[in-house]
């Protein structure tokens, strides 16, 4: 009975740890050809992507997310897609909330999961925002939010809101056809604008510090997928330094156009990737 007990607990451990990466929507880059009138418009989150499978909340990565009972309790037993938020800027703190194993109720209070797609609704975007608003509005949930979805005129006008929002401390805008239906993978349908581009690469190696970084790290050496080699330096904070993230881990980082030869100009550490 004992061995029969620890096989089952073994079992739910591992079903709790991983439950296979959904397959997401994601998006594309802006580019200034797009007629802004036949976009949605929304603010782009900085908080950590969870899907909804009806039962429980999967990270991008394909772990199961630890959410307490109470907080998913009025969740819908439908799809759903969005982002587990705390604010603008907190990004880190958010991740450190959603990634522990066992939850804390007291940070979990301070969690709302705004959504943006009803995976498995038929119709175009448009409908689809609707129906978020039906359901939001049916369930009984303080945790369930809708991402503010809203239309602009042109281009002068989405770049204009872009730069009030970034001042304010937003990361950027997405915009979402609203004509379109819902799929998965890599779309036009949905577009990402940012006054800066970002990419992720290996962390391979590290550079020494010099001066008042003398015996830490001066900068992460690290590969993009294509096989390209640089330093990151800007953006490390001084715990980076101290305790920078590990050989094999992928961060995210941000820079502004590409050399000749074909390296990011003025790479900026951004954040570690979501690792769970």
């Known amino acids: 009975m004992i061995k029969m007990l620890t096989v089952l607990l073994l079992v739910v451990c591992c079903q709790l740890a991983a439950a296979g990466k959904p397959e997401l929507l994601l998006a594309q880059v802006y580019n200034d050809t797009i007629d802004v009138k036949q976009y949605w418009i929304s603010e782009k989150l900085d908080g950590v992507r969870a899907y909804w499978d009806g039962k429980q909340l999967i990270?991008?990565?394909?772990?199961?997310?630890?959410?307490?009972?109470?907080?998913v309790a009025g969740f819908p037993p439908?799809?759903?897609?969005?982002?587990?938020w705390l604010g603008r800027n907190q990004f880190a703190a958010t991740l450190s909330v959603v990634s522990k194993q066992q939850p804390v109720d007291s940070e979990w209070q301070q969690i709302r999961y705004y959504l943006f797609e009803l995976p498995d609704a038929t119709g175009s975007f448009t409908e689809r925002i609707s129906a978020l608003q039906h359901l939001i509005a049916r369930q009984d949930s303080r945790y369930l939010m809708l991402v503010p979805q809203f239309r602009l005129s042109d281009n002068a006008a989405l770049?204009?809101?872009?730069?009030?929002?970034e001042q304010a401390g937003a990361e950027g805008l997405m915009l979402h056809?609203?004509?379109?239906?819902?799929?998965?993978?890599?779309?036009?349908?949905?577009?990402?604008?940012?006054?800066y581009q970002?990419?992720?690469?290996?962390?391979?190696?590290?550079?020494?510090?010099?001066?008042?970084?003398?015996g830490m790290v001066g900068a992460l050496l690290v590969k993009t997928q294509d096989g390209k080699t640089f330093a990151i330096g800007s953006g490390l904070t001084d715990?980076?330094?101290q305790t920078p993230p590990p050989l094999g881990a992928v961060v995210t980082y941000r820079y502004n156009g590409l050399t000749a030869h074909g390296l990011p100009r003025f790479a900026r550490f951004l954040r570690l990737r979501e690792a769970f």
């Open 198 to 214: 970002d990419s992720e690469a290996e962390v391979i190696g590290y550079r020494p510090g010099k001066g008042k970084y003398q």
């Open 59 to 71: 990270s991008r990565g394909g772990k199961v997310i630890a959410a307490p009972a109470w907080f």
């Open 78 to 84: 439908r799809p759903l897609d969005g982002e587990l």
């Open 239 to 241: 715990a980076l330094r």
């Open 159 to 165: 770049l204009a809101k872009l730069s009030e929002l």
């Open 177 to 195: 056809h609203q004509d379109a239906l819902y799929t998965t993978g890599r779309s036009a349908d949905l577009l990402k604008l940012k006054t």
